[in-house]
């Protein structure tokens, strides 16, 4: 596996040897390292790199270097230092929050969730119009059953982009979780009103999950009449339909 990287690794250590105080070619050869599993030897640059420049330099290549160790404890730890760090790009950050976020859905650890809480907090401080990470906050809050403070980050995030559909879905999820089923209501029918076909069974399904099997039928019916065009569509609703009187 190292032949593959040999060559790269030759030329980087020359260049980085030539240039010792150049941080820049030492994160580029610490990369390559890691690339090819020579661990020691990258975990020997990142730490010279750290002696040469204080602050958040090394934290992205520490995230690839915990990846492929495969040390999750500290790949968590490191991710949450570089998402705090006001000196790491924006562009960078985006692509992290996704793969951070991953973690904590999949392991749902009440502990790390809080950690996670603290996290977001900070970023929508930092970045109060990214309306993606209001988004993936508002999961977060979920999951710790902070309902209200989760649909205030989707009220949020629709404030800023009153026209995105997806977060509105997720505030109704949000809602129906906690229980407040009349402001659920009232955000399907906002939602109605301008979503499309394929949130009909959707708004049906939160209303009979909620206990209001009249009200789901109403709205199936009612949607029936609207799609006559669509009668494919249509046939799936009364398939829904029967599902509830015989299901």
Do not use: W
């Amino acid at each position: 596996h190292f032949r593959m990287y040999d060559k790269a690794i030759v030329e980087l250590k020359r260049i980085s040897d030539a240039y010792p105080q150049n941080v820049e070619y030492l994160q580029y050869l610490a990369l390559a390292y890691i690339s090819a599993d020579s661990l020691q030897k990258s975990r020997e640059i990142i730490e010279n790199i750290n002696q040469l420049q204080e602050g958040c330099t090394s934290f992205l290549i520490e995230i690839e270097y915990y990846k492929r160790k495969q040390d999750s404890n500290n790949l968590k730890k490191t991710m949450q230092k570089a998402l705090l760090c006001p000196e790491i790009m924006f562009e960078a950050k985006q692509e992290l929050i996704k793969e951070y976020v991953s973690y904590f859905l999949h392991e749902n650890n009440s502990e790390e969730m809080q950690e996670a809480d603290e996290v977001f907090k900070s970023l929508t401080e930092q970045y109060p119009r990214e309306v993606s990470f209001k988004e993936l906050y508002a999961n977060i809050l979920m999951l710790l059953d902070k309902y209200p403070e989760a649909v205030e980050q989707c009220q949020s995030a629709l404030y800023i982009d009153p026209e995105n559909i997806g977060i509105e879905k997720q505030k109704v999820q949000i809602l129906y979780y906690s229980g407040d089923y009349e402001a659920m209501n009232s955000a399907i029918a906002q939602l109605m009103a301008k979503a499309d076909s394929s949130f009909v069974l959707e708004a049906s399904a939160y209303y009979f999950a909620s206990g209001q099997t009249n009200k789901a039928i109403d709205n199936l019916k009612s949607s029936a009449k609207k799609y006559t065009s669509s009668p494919l569509f249509v046939s799936e609703i009364y398939a829904y339909i029967a599902d509830i009187y015989f299901g």
